[in-house]
Each structure stands twice: as C-alpha cells, then as structure tokens.
C-alpha cells in the first residue's frame, strides 16, 4: 500500500521547530529590545514632552480636520519625531496658541488705554508686535513636528557613517543582518540608536512581520533626504546573497564607500549653496541695520518725538535679532547630516563643571560694577544719592578739568522741558553708557570660559589621539594577526607610541586591564574607569568596539576588522579636511566681519550719532538768536530738528551694543553648526572668543570715534561762532 504523502501543515509541525533551530538569523532578543525602545524613547523624547503635554491639553480644545495632504504631511512629522501627538492635535495647538496671544495682547492694550482715560492713548506698536508674535506661534505651533522630524533625522543622519560601519564590520565575520543592526543599535548614540532599536519594535508589536519588511518601511523615510544610506543598506542586504566569499566582503565594502561618496558630495553642495544665504542674512541683518543706525538720531529729531529709544530698543534688539536667528535656522536646517563633530560629551568627568551655575555667579560678581557705572547718569539724575554725597547731580566739563571738550557743556546732558525730562545727552553719558555692553560682555565671556576651558582642552587632546589613531590600529591589527591576544597587545602598543597621545590612550586601557583586572571591554567603556571617559570620541569609541567584538570570533577576524577600520578613518580623515577646506570659505568671512567689520561700523556709528547729537544741540542752545543773521540760511535749516525730540546716544549706543552681542551669538552658533554640526561646547567656547574679540573691537572703535568726533564738532562750532 503506498505511502500517504504527509500534508503541508504536518510537514511544518513536524519539521518546523527543528529548522527554525537551524536557520535562525538572530538570537536578539526581541522582547527585550522592546522594552529598552520604550524606555530609550521616553529617555530621548523628555525634550519634546512638553510639546506633547500642550498639544494633549490646548490641542484638544478645537479638533480641526486638517486637509488630507497636509494630515499625511504633519502624520509624516510626527512618525519621524517620534511624537505621541494627532496631526489634528498639532494643528489645533497653533489656533489656541493664537487665539490666547491675541486675546491677551488686546486686553493689556485695552486696560492700558482704560488707565491712561484716552483712546488715542491705545499702545499701537505693542498690540501691532502682539499681532506679528501671535501670528508667528500659530505658524511655529502647527509646524513644530516638521521641524523636529528635522532635527532628529539631522542628529540621526550624523551617526549614518558609523552605523553602517558597525553593521559592515559585523557582517563580514557574521552575515546575519538582523544581529549586525541589533549590534549596531546597542552601541550607536542616539537617535538613530533609537530608530534601529523601532525596526525590532514594529515587529515585536506586530506592526510588520519580518525584519527585512520593518527594515525596508524604515529606509523609505529616509528617501528624498539620504539616498546613499538607502542605497548603502541595499548593498548589505544584497551582500547576503552572493555565492563567493570575495564578492560578499567586496560588497560590503562598497556600501561603506556609497555612504561615504553620499556626504562629501552633499557637504560639497551644501558648502557652495549656503554662502549667498548667508552673506544675504549679514548684509541685510547686520550691515544694512548698522548703518541706518546713524540716520537714527537725525530721524528722531525730525519726527518730533514720534521715534524714541524704545522704538529703537524693539527694532534692534527684538526684531531684527529674531529676523536673523529665523533666517540662519532655516538655513542651517539644509544642512545636511553625516558629517560633524559628534563627541561622548556627557560622559566626561569635566561635564559637572559644563553644566554648573557656579561660573554664572562669579561672572555676574566680575559684570556687576561696569553695569552699575553705566548707569551713574540716571542714578544721578533719578535718585537722591548725589545729595546724600554731597555732589551735584551734573557737572560742565570745565568743572571737571576737560574743557577742551566743551567748557559749558554738562557731563551727563539732561534737558528740563514741558514734558518732562529728556536725555542724558552729554558726552559723558556716552562715554560712562559704553560700559553696559562690556559689563554684559563680560559676564558672557568670564562664564563660558570658566565652564569650557578645560573641556576644550581635553577636545584637543582627543583630537590629537584621533589623528594619530590611524597608525595604531594597524600596528594592533599586525599584532592580533600574529597571535597575541588583545589583553596583551595594548602594553605593546603603549611602549611603542610612548610620549604620543595614542600611548597616553593605550596606557590607561593597559593599566585598567592589568592593575584593576578589567575585561579590555570594561577598561575602554567602564562607565566609571573606562578610558573613552577621557577620551570622548566617537571614532575611538567605535573602532574599539568593533575591536572588542570581532577578537570574540578571533584574532585573524579582528585583525582583518582593524584594517577596515583604518582604511575607513584614512578616508574620513581625507573628506573631513576637504570640507573644512570648501567652508572655510564661508566661515572665515563671517568671522572677520563679526569680529572686525561690525563693531567697527557700528562704533564708528556711535560716534557720528553722538556729534551729531552735540552739534544739534549747540547750535538751537539760543545763541543763533543773535548770530542768525551771520549764519545765513543754517538758522532755518536747523529749525528743521527739534534737539529735544532727538534720541539720547546714551541709549543708542547700549542699543547698539547688545544688538551687537546678540548678533554674535547668533552668528558664532550658525558658524559652529555649519563647520562641525551641533555642538554646544564649541558654540560656548567660540562665543566667548568672539564675544571678546567682537566688544573689543566696538569699545574701543565707539570711544575713540565718540572723543574724536566731539572734540572736531566743538573745535568747527568755536570757530563758526
């Protein structure tokens, strides 16, 4: 009788448990990467759980269905942000956000004209800011996902190069996708961590049921703004099928250099399309506001009062400075990832002193008497403390023994009129208001450098070990060739790159190994003793973790492994240097024209806003009464300014100087960003050096062009006269 042939769903029974045993690809365990993206998300998301708590309560005040373009858009956002939000939520947030500002701007405008007893009292300019302000959060509100879906892929986009290099290294001793990105998510840094660890999740949920099909859904976000990523994980996949092992590891290697190509040549675009942009946000939000700052007191004395220094005051140091940071924002967020400094930052032993308020209080001790000199001319003029010392509240410049710049006119330059008090126009309001932005300045400068000084210098030796870093891992992958096994091989290391970075480097691993009884794992990584605490690197973090792992499936494998690696850091060295060399060409003009060209113009502004301030005011002090007839027509020219209306320079030039620390920083942290990605450390550091440089230059610009101006204004009067 013959056989009865065993139906498909025996076969699977009884076949089907054996042949899972034997052609499994992962011993990863799902489950538990499950847990670790949930409480890896809730670690890395804690930034945007405000976002979400007001999209949660404002956002679901009105449900607003959006369009299905623009639900798909926002929906989109939201994924790649990993938001916990509805694209309705979103949008409803932007209406409330509105909707409360405008209303709480018309009422403080409406009691503050109720208060006054006069309509025509109704604060135009602050319900017209309020109008503007509202309009830009409901804008911001409703399309914060997009931007933060920016930002993520951009943080995400520069750990692409190391990610598919854990994944290349691994797979060519294990050609196992699904363990090579799971070792690639347990020891990349976030976020792009977190994403690789939501591949494993959407299956362990059951969103998807494979990895391959998860994997492929994941690589499509990605489309449109990194294709060499996705063309680079092709290439792996493909790699699993190729029959000879040469073409398999020939494939691999050429889904590291896809990558590779893919961010020079996007660095190189960049580099060239991000320098008009910013040349047009200098020119239009730095030189262009500078140099109308010096029609600003002839404006005012025209206008008869309609312009005053709070005008000025929202204009330059609201309004522009948002313009600019807005315009540089956008600009940077074209940015494209992959390249960039991205440094263990947190882990260093120095971090406690980066994040303490500590350098904030002594800096605040060291700012505090060069911002209480600056306001000697309304303490003298506003307080009794001049009585109570027995001096008078103004002094003429003869009394003080500088007469040659004006023997009757007074120090600090305060006019009695009908409507009250007006001033301090005197050229010793000036000149004692100069210290408000140094004091400001100075606090910066002193803080910053407190909290960065010695991080840079661990930077800089670390970049040192990077450059040096080369040569090593080939003397250890000939090393672990020969035999000897890692444990051994970093005291070798050490005595033949003694006196160099790298043998600083190696010592430390070797002592942690053979002093304290560490695993070479721990004497590199020890959360406590680990040497990348003081070496923070991602370049050495991630050679020595591909090291630690291949020596798992042998030296010959390890070594093998190390000269990838060092091929990988000789052409990452090579493209690094090429595009600091293509935007260095943006970057150094920018400097010196922050640092030089700016505080230049605009002390020289100070200066001409001041005498003309000085010769407005001698010329209507009565004396043309008589001398009119002599002057000819100037009489009725200067008629033409009221003096009194005219905006004090004392509050022009504190205007001017923290515009000018404002624009500083705005432009240091746009320059940072462009050059090395973001990075806070570099962007404090560079700010308090350009800080310095930058109010320098302005301090001593605005002083002598002030003095020098003053003096030739009061030396052609004196001759006009």
């Known amino acids: 009788m013959p056989q009865r042939r065993p139906s498909v769903d025996e076969v699977l029974r009884k076949y089907g448990a054996k042949i899972e045993g034997q052609v499994r690809t992962s011993n990863v365990n799902t489950q538990e990467f499950s847990q670790s993206y949930e409480k890896f998300k809730g670690e890395m998301t804690r930034q945007y759980s405000g976002y979400e708590k007001w999209c949660h309560t404002l956002g679901n005040i009105i449900r607003l269905k959006p369009s299905k373009k623009d639900e798909d858009r926002i929906k989109k956002a939201i994924d790649g942000a990993h938001l916990d939000v509805e694209p309705w939520q979103a949008i409803g947030l932007g209406v409330m956000a509105f909707i409360s500002l405008f209303m709480l701007g018309l009422l403080i405008s409406v009691a503050i004209a109720l208060v006054k007893g006069d309509f025509a009292e109704f604060p135009l300019l602050f319900f017209f800011l309020v109008v503007i302000f509202s309009m830009f959060i409901f804008y911001f509100s409703q399309s914060y996902p997009e931007r933060l879906a920016k930002l993520w892929r951009l943080k995400a986009s520069s750990q692409m190069v190391p990610a598919i290099l854990y994944i290349v290294v691994y797979m060519r001793h294990t050609p196992n996708l699904e363990k090579a990105i799971a070792f690639a998510a347990e020891h990349l840094e976030p976020p792009l961590s977190l994403d690789f660890r939501k591949i494993f999740y959407d299956v362990e949920v059951g969103k998807y049921s494979t990895i391959k099909d998860s994997l492929e859904i994941y690589l499509e976000s990605w489309r449109g703004f990194s294709t060499e990523f996705i063309e680079g994980f092709h290439l792996i996949e493909s790699s699993l099928f190729e029959p000879e092992e040469g073409r398999r590891i020939a494939t691999l290697e050429k889904a590291l250099q896809v990558v590779l190509d893919g961010v020079y040549d996007k660095m190189l675009n960049f580099s060239h399309e991000v320098k008009a942009p910013l040349t047009n946000v200098y020119m239009l939000g730095v030189v262009m506001p500078t140099l109308g700052l010096a029609l600003i007191p ?69 700012a505090l008497p060069f911002i209480l000199i600056s306001l000697i001319p309304l303490i003298f003029h506003y307080t009794p403390l001049p009585e109570m010392m027995g001096l008078q509240k103004d002094y003429t410049f003869n009394q003080l023994g500088l007469g040659f710049l004006g023997r009757d006119e007074m120090f600090f330059g305060f006019i009695d009129t009908l409507d009250g008090t007006k001033g301090p126009f005197g050229l010793g309001a000036v000149l004692l208001g100069m210290m408000f932005p140094i004091g400001i300045a100075l606090f910066f400068v002193t803080a910053y450098r407190e909290k960065t000084k010695d991080l840079i210098l661990e930077r800089n030796k670390t970049k040192e070990l990077e450059k040096e870093f080369n040569n090593s891992l080939f003397q250890i992958g000939n090393r672990l060739g020969n035999g000897v096994p890692p444990e051994l091989v970093f005291s070798r290391v050490a005595e033949s790159t003694k006196g160099l970075r790298t043998g600083e480097f190696f010592s430390r691993v070797n002592y942690n190994i053979q002093q304290l009884g560490m695993s070479v794992e721990a004497a590199v990584f020890d959360k406590d003793r680990g040497t990348i605490r003081f070496f923070p690197s991602q370049l050495i973090a991630t050679s020595m973790r591909v090291l630690i792992e291949s020596s798992k499936k042998g030296l010959k494998i390890a070594a093998v492994s190390l000269m990838s690696i060092s091929e990988y850091i000789k052409n990452i060295n090579k493209i690094t240097v090429r595009l600091k060399d293509l935007l260095a060409e943006v970057t150094s003009d920018m400097k010196s024209n922050m640092t030089f060209l700016a505080p230049l113009l605009s002390g020289i502004v100070v200066g001409l806003a001041s005498m003309i301030t000085s010769i407005l005011g001698k010329l209507q002090v009565g004396d043309l009464a008589a001398g009119g007839a002599d002057l000819g027509g100037i009489g009725d020219i200067v008629n033409i300014f009221d003096y009194q209306s005219m905006i004090p320079p004392y509050f022009l030039q504190i205007s001017v100087g923290i515009y000018l620390i404002q624009i500083i920083f705005i432009l240091t942290s746009a320059l940072v960003t462009i050059d090395e990605g973001e990075d806070k450390l570099e962007q404090r550091s560079q700010a308090a050096e350009y800080l310095k440089k930058g109010i320098g230059m302005f301090f001593v610009t605005a002083l002598i062009a002030t003095v020098t101006l003053s003096v030739l204004g009061t030396v052609v009067l004196g001759n006009l006269f």
């Not at 600019?324 to 400094?341: A, Q, S």
């Not at 991205?342 to 350098?359: A, D, I, M």
């Not at 904030?360 to 001790?365: G, I, N, Q, T, Y």
């Open 298 to 366: 002839l404006a005012s004395a025209m206008v008869g009062g309609m312009l005053n220094y709070v005008h000025v005051f929202v204009l330059f140091n609201l309004i522009i400075p948002f313009l600019v940071y807005f315009l540089t924002d956008k600009i940077l967020l074209l940015r494209p990832g992959g390249h960039g400094n991205s440094s263990f930052l947190e882990r260093n032993p120095l971090y406690p002193k980066f994040v303490s308020k500590e350098p904030f209080k002594k800096a605040f001790l060291i």
